[in-house]
């Protein structure tokens, strides 16, 4: 068995993995990323991400974000409720930033993190496949399997990034299941789109609509046998459904490329925090997509650790105070945002008749008080640490 020491292990090279391994390179400390895949690039995720201003400002201090191309800025964002006139309208202008936030795929930005990381003085080991994670007073122990052999890593500090799975069994997660599945697309409509995003509230779900190059990414909520249906759909007959449950905001809807579909939950870890172990990113929290929060608070996480453990000297890397630090300092945001996303889900995706009429009313009254709609912008873009 081989074996090694570190002052931090990061398991798992997305995009958050990443960006809490390139905030901490070029300090002196000894990173060590451990991914799964075969190498860093991957191209085979189908998804587009909605990136909020508050992380192009966070991937602009990792120098990650000149590395980007083809990003397609929000301007505005339209919420709408199926069948009533309640409406709110959120604009970059108001809020005094270029954008609200952008769009694009997830591989694109995977690549301009990976390409950072090269350069720099973090090790990464890919087709690293982990199998424990384990903490004694000092240190956590990882266990993983590298070209045929078993690895032993001791780090000061064990970060997971990526799913959590290892903790899971001793550490269940809180899981809310909300009976819903997203289908996602890049569609074509025969308006162009002028850098608009819309969220629309129905009674099955919300629907997402990301401005992205010549079209939109679409994001549809449908529950899970009826999200399996409309994979066999034809073109035609899903871009007619479309029409029928959207409108003609954005004209016809003209072209649409692969459909894909993913079941849509609330998965919360009981804690962020264990001895010598901190969970970020999809480890700490999955997120419902609406209002596109869970990714952007990932980041967050990342970048919030990376300054406690920078402020910590070395040896108390990992440590109880180190940690529970951590721990405070992300708190109100990731509380925030979960229940942000889990309130819009459960109040906006019921067809209860009286509900319906309030949630119209209160969609029009935000839209009157420009304090409030500032607010809700805010957070959106920066989350509730601002």
Request: glycine residues 8%.
């Amino acid at each position: 068995m081989n074996e090694s020491q570190c002052d931090v292990a990061i398991i798992g090279g997305g995009p958050v993995g990443a960006a809490l391994a390139l905030a901490l390179q070029g300090n002196g400390l000894q990173v060590v990323l451990l991914e799964a895949r075969e190498s860093e690039v991957n191209t085979t995720d189908p998804r587009a991400l909605a990136l909020s201003y508050g992380t192009r400002l966070l991937l602009q201090r990792l120098g990650a974000w000149d590395a980007l191309r083809d990003v397609s800025g929000i301007k505005v964002i339209e919420v709408t409720q199926k069948q009533t006139t309640g409406h709110t309208t959120l604009r970059a202008e108001e809020m005094k930033v270029p954008d609200l936030g952008y769009v694009l795929p997830y591989t694109m930005l995977h690549a301009a993190l990976q390409k950072g990381l090269a350069s720099g003085d973090v090790t990464c080991i890919y087709s690293a496949l982990v199998s424990e994670l384990r903490h004694t007073n000092d240190a956590a122990v990882i266990e993983y399997q590298h070209q045929g052999q078993t690895h032993t890593l001791t780090a000061r500090l064990a970060v997971a990034a990526d799913g959590g799975k290892l903790l899971e069994a001793s550490h269940p997660p809180q899981i809310t299941d909300y009976g819903q599945s997203g289908v996602i697309a890049h569609l074509t409509t025969s308006k162009a789109n002028t850098g608009k995003a819309f969220e629309h509230f129905t009674t099955q779900g919300p629907m997402a609509l990301l401005p992205y190059l010549d079209g939109y990414e679409l994001v549809l909520t449908a529950d899970h046998e009826a999200a399996q249906d409309m994979l066999k759909w034809d073109d035609a007959t899903f871009l007619a459904y479309l029409h029928d449950h959207f409108g003609d905001r954005v004209g016809d809807f003209v072209t649409i490329g692969k459909r894909s579909c993913y079941p849509l939950r609330l998965k919360r870890a009981p804690d962020i925090t264990f001895p010598h172990t901190v969970l970020i990113g999809n480890a700490a929290q999955t997120l419902h997509p609406v209002a596109g929060q869970g990714f952007n608070l990932g980041v967050r996480d990342a970048w919030e650790l990376a300054q406690v453990i920078l402020d910590s000297a070395p040896e108390n890397i990992g440590s109880a105070a180190m940690c529970a630090a951590y721990r405070k300092s992300r708190r109100i945001d990731r509380n925030a945002g979960i229940r942000f996303t889990d309130g819009l889900v459960r109040v906006f995706s019921n067809d209860l008749p009286l509900l319906g009429h309030v949630r119209s009313a209160a969609l029009s009254l935000l839209d009157t008080f420009p304090m409030a709609r500032k607010f809700v912008a805010k957070r959106m873009m920066f989350g509730a640490n601002g």
